[in-house]
């Protein structure tokens, strides 16, 4: 189905199902323990061998010597995987470095060796027994060092352009009555998802299945072929269950590679899992990034001149950090510029987390904005509000799809009781707390990705989707099963929904809050397919024939759904498809934050108290999974602005909080009452769904609305991420 046209009246508006804050069908699956995840599938392969990676011990440099002998003879082995023994591999297009390194090292812990044993503990044992000398060489691993031979990227690793001009910035910015020049910086953090990335994988013959923790089936597909140098018929992937990924399961991981190794090594089955320290410095992380954001405004508020520039790192080949990407599209002003720059560093590989660009952009744009209306002498909320705009700052022939960003800071504003908020910092207080507001426009881009599905209709009025989408624990069982029950007009309970399979049609896969939207959009252009089919087999008009209550009426008719399946299953194959309608209109996701902390005049402690979050992101599936999805990107946010931060040693080039002990995420006793609101919206030139995204829209804004109400109870700011306490304890007021 080409969708180029916005989406009229379709079954999906009756909301009879669609749109309910339903229960997740996987739930109890998860609840009794019995959602099978990849690395305890005792179902699927009988006997496997436990695999144990060996990462690099170095960050840059040669491996000159490797001796597995020792480790070869220790109890329990079965065989050891290294560059030497595997033969030649390719390296997918969504990885930067190779998964099997040797004997040139690029990144510290990159995997260099497996061995492969009966038990994981003697695998373990094993791998300590493996002598490895380097050769190391001087590597780049301080981006404040490395931040002046920066060079721009290309407009292919930034998905768009790297710099961006609108008129002339500099004498814009010069002639502003008030102006605002800071430097922000935000850590390099890491996805902290609870399951490993795990695999376990079976060889038959030449054919290669792999059960995996991984979002994106098809990209992992075709990187497992092109890595292994196999035919991509041969290799079946398979994740319907993942315990979390927030983007760092996105793409092919040494996990799966080395699982598949060391089954064809071992001749049977192995199941490899990466402990905690390979997934921090193993795998991919979000980039730290230093920004720099002058806005130019006159008196009456309204900008005249915004500039966001930034700087990031990564291995050589890899892309930046696009944290300058929502200041394009969020705030009006007639001159503008971006520019973003790419340092090559020797650290592990920097890529997606949740919301990559915005989540840390916004982090620095949304301070700033607050500055800038302190400096103008206007409240927060209303200094975004009169810099609004209707329409693409970078092309005002282009208008929003819909764009109520607006509401959302009014509804916010009264919901929190913002009138209340003392504009003057460090004059609130409860006892020994500073208490302090703050607040955060939220902005992240609808993306459009094509989608497809299967769907087929049993004898019995059951309807089975098959897509290979992922339920990375946003709900995706169900709000699939949420569509396809309603364009068949059957109940929830008579839908099954399979997932996470290669073997199924190739879906958005989970990532950018792209997959709601256009996974449930391939679904329906499948479900269309099917009525069209079952129509024609009970002899009704498909234009007008209706879908409810297991029946289809068309006229006076009124037929049985399952008598259309009573001779043979039917089925209906087809996915989504985008015309041009994205380049007509803006499509985007809008949002403001609100947060109240409370801050000990003696000692510093930050506490959040309270947090509210307004969404405007098109039609919501499930409010109650949706909801799910905000909460935990607020907890995330919340994480980013006050304690998350992969501390670099930069002598050596490794993350040195390597695990959930040093690497501190927030805990329950950290995150007090939340609260969702989501505007009712639907926009029609986003899909047949009218839906968008929301799952990242969460986290966007966050961090600055945190710093923002820390600096209102204390006077203190902190431009520098995580806000802790060393960084304001000194500067706090004087206690009384």
């Not at 092109?226 to 983007?247: A, H, M």
Request: with cysteine; net charge neutral; charged share 25%.
């Amino acid at each position: 189905m080409k969708f180029e046209t916005p989406a009229t009246t379709n079954p999906i508006d009756r909301l009879r199902v669609v749109g309910q804050p339903l229960d997740r069908i996987d739930g109890p699956l998860k609840t009794t323990g019995t959602a099978p995840y990849a690395y305890e599938r005792h179902d699927v392969a009988a006997d496997p061998a436990y695999g144990y990676v060996i990462g690099a011990g170095i960050a840059k440099g040669r491996i000159t010597r490797m001796d597995i002998e020792a480790a070869r003879r220790a109890p329990g082995v079965i065989a050891i995987v290294t560059a030497e023994t595997a033969g030649k591999l390719g390296k997918g297009k969504h990885n930067t470095a190779r998964l099997l390194a040797g004997p040139h090292i690029e990144h510290y812990h990159q995997a260099v060796a497996l061995v492969v044993a009966e038990t994981f503990e003697q695998a373990r044992a094993a791998a300590g027994r493996v002598r490895i000398d380097y050769a190391a060489e001087p590597g780049r691993f301080d981006l404040e060092a490395a931040r002046w031979s920066a060079a721009k990227p290309s407009d292919e690793a930034t998905g768009g352009a790297a710099d961006t001009k609108v008129g002339d910035f500099a004498r814009a910015f010069d002639a502003a009555t008030v102006r605002l020049d800071e430097t922000y910086s935000t850590p390099d953090e890491t996805h902290a998802m609870m399951e490993p990335h795990a695999s376990l994988a079976r060889w038959e013959g030449d054919r290669l299945t792999v059960w995996t923790s991984n979002q994106m089936i098809g990209w992992a597909h075709t990187d497992l072929a092109e890595t292994l140098g196999v035919p991509p018929e041969k290799v079946r992937v398979i994740s319907p269950f993942i315990g979390g990924g927030f983007g760092g399961k996105l793409f092919l991981r040494a996990d799966i590679v080395l699982a598949a190794l060391g089954a064809r090594a071992a001749g049977r089955p192995v199941k490899v899992a990466l402990h905690r320290p390979l997934m921090i410095n193993n795998t991919t992380h979000r980039p730290a990034t230093i920004q720099r954001i002058r806005i130019g405004a006159e008196r009456d508020g309204m900008i005249t001149a915004i500039a966001h520039e930034s700087w990031s790192g990564d291995l050589e080949g890899g892309g930046p950090e696009v944290a300058v990407n929502q200041t394009r599209l969020l705030y009006a002003g007639a001159n503008r510029l971006t520019s973003m720059r790419l340092a090559s560093l020797d650290l592990p590989e920097g890529n997606s987390m949740r919301a990559p660009g915005e989540a840390p952009g916004m982090m620095a744009l949304e301070i700033a904005m607050d500055e800038m209306a302190e400096k103008l002498g206007i409240d927060p909320v209303d200094f975004r509000i009169r810099n609004d705009t209707q329409k693409d700052p970078e092309k005002p022939g282009r208008p929003f799809s819909a764009r109520p960003f607006v509401e959302c800071l009014r509804l916010g504003a009264e919901r929190f009781g913002w009138s209340s908020r003392n504009p003057v910092p460090g004059q609130r207080r409860e006892g020994r707390w500073l208490i302090g507001a703050g607040m955060a426009g939220a902005f992240r881009n609808n993306l459009l990705v094509k989608s497809a599905a299967r769907v087929r209709l049993s004898a019995d009025g059951r309807v089975t989707v098959e897509t290979d989408m992922t339920d990375i624990g946003t709900g995706s069982y169900t709000i699939i099963a949420q569509t396809a029950a309603e364009m068949m007009g059957v109940s929830l309970e008579q839908v099954e929904v399979r997932l996470g399979d290669s073997a199924y049609p190739v879906s958005a896969g989970s990532g950018g809050q792209f997959g709601a939207n256009n996974a449930t959009a391939g679904v329906y252009a499948a479900c269309v397919k099917l009525r069209e089919a079952v129509a024609r087999k009970l002899g009704l008009n498909a234009a007008d024939a209706e879908f409810v209550h297991g029946t289809v009426r068309s006229g006076e008719r009124s037929i049985p759904l399952a008598l259309a399946a009573s001779s043979g299953e039917l089925t209906g194959e087809d996915g989504i498809e985008y015309g041009d309608l994205h380049k007509t209109y803006q499509q985007s996701t809008f949002g403001s934050h609100f947060v109240e902390v409370a801050v000990d005049a003696a000692t510093g402690e930050a506490r959040i108290r309270r947090m509210l979050a307004v969404c405007a992101a098109g039609r919501i599936l499930n409010p109650k999974s949706a909801r799910s999805q905000v909460i935990g990107a607020m907890t995330m946010g919340a994480g980013a602005a006050l304690m998350e931060e992969l501390a670099v040693d930069k002598k050596r080039g490794f993350f040195v909080n390597h695990d959930l002990a040093g690497y501190e995420v927030p805990v329950h006793a950290d995150i007090p009452h939340q609260e969702v609101i989501f505007l009712d919206e639907t926009d029609p030139i986003s899909s047949p769904m009218k839906a968008k995204g929301v799952g990242e829209l969460g986290i966007c804004g966050v961090g600055a609305a945190v710093a923002n109400a820390l600096y209102n109870a204390t006077g203190v700011r902190v431009r520098n991420y995580p806000i802790t306490l060393d960084k304001y304890l000194d500067r706090l007021p004087d206690v009384a």
